[in-house]
């Protein structure tokens, strides 16, 4: 059972655009949405997470809205860079770092 | 020191070989993690140690996958009787502890190919 969905699986954004990826729960029991950034052949990388007693995270050019009511959390890079261009997880979890389950991944691709 | 290391970092092997993936978490983090990450999807949750116990095992697909993490440090993930569909990136994550707050490192991942 998929329990993070994620989407678009990929996306092509102007530099100097704004990237939106979203992300919808099934399990209410999370209580920790993390964003992680991945470069071909490297690890994943903590972006930005946020709890769900908040509706709005913002980190530099990151930005996460989360809405508790409809299950679902976003991730907006504003201002998008050619170095942004990677692949993209969403991913929840009820304890913390234990378990984390992970959307499928969007790549996104940022063009001049 | 550096970061979570993970060795090999390709291997290739022969269907009903048997395999083992190294890897040696930043020190003094004591929480390990190992996820599975197949082509074109999200890692996937495998096993996590909290010191040398396993806290939770209920990612491993069957009883042909092991781990181990004897002296709370370096963890082996073990896989017997290697199938094709064994075949994908093995990630190894650690932090400093659980819970929230506590940021878990990857590792670059060892790519087993299974022929």
């Known amino acids: 059972q998929q329990q993070v969905k994620q989407s678009p699986q990929s996306l092509i954004v102007q530099k100097g655009g704004i990237s939106i990826i979203n992300c919808a729960y099934e399990?209410?029991?999370?209580?920790?949405f993390p964003w992680y950034q991945q470069f071909p052949g490297k690890g994943p990388a903590l972006l930005i997470a946020?709890?769900?007693?908040?509706s709005e995270k913002k980190e530099g050019r990151f930005t996460i809205s989360f809405n508790k009511s409809a299950k679902q959390f976003s991730l907006h890079i504003m201002d998008s860079q050619p170095g942004d261009s990677a692949t993209y997880f969403c991913?929840?979890?009820?304890?913390?770092?234990?378990?984390?389950?992970f959307g499928t991944g969007t790549r996104l691709t940022i063009i001049p | 020191g550096a970061g979570v290391s993970q060795t090999p970092s390709n291997k290739v092997t022969e269907k009903g070989k048997y395999v083992e993936l190294r890897c040696d978490p930043i020190?003094?983090?004591?929480?390990l993690y190992w996820y599975r990450q197949s082509l074109g999807q999200g890692p996937e949750f495998l096993i996590y140690?909290?010191?040398?116990?396993?806290?939770?095992d209920s990612g491993l697909p069957n009883d042909r996958f092991f781990a181990v993490r004897p002296e709370g440090s370096v963890s082996t993930l073990k896989i017997q009787r290697t199938e094709r569909g064994d075949s994908a990136v093995y990630l190894c994550?650690?932090?400093?502890?659980?819970?929230?707050?506590?940021?878990?490192?990857f590792g670059q991942g060892t790519r087993l190919t299974v022929v």
């Open positions: 020190s003094g983090h004591t929480a």
């Open positions: 991913a929840a979890s009820i304890f913390g770092n234990e378990k984390l389950t």
């Open positions: 994550a650690s932090s400093l502890t659980t819970g929230r707050g506590s940021e878990a490192f």
């Open positions: 946020i709890r769900p007693d908040v």
């Open positions: 140690f909290q010191g040398t116990g396993a806290a939770d």
């Open positions: 399990n209410t029991a999370f209580d920790y």
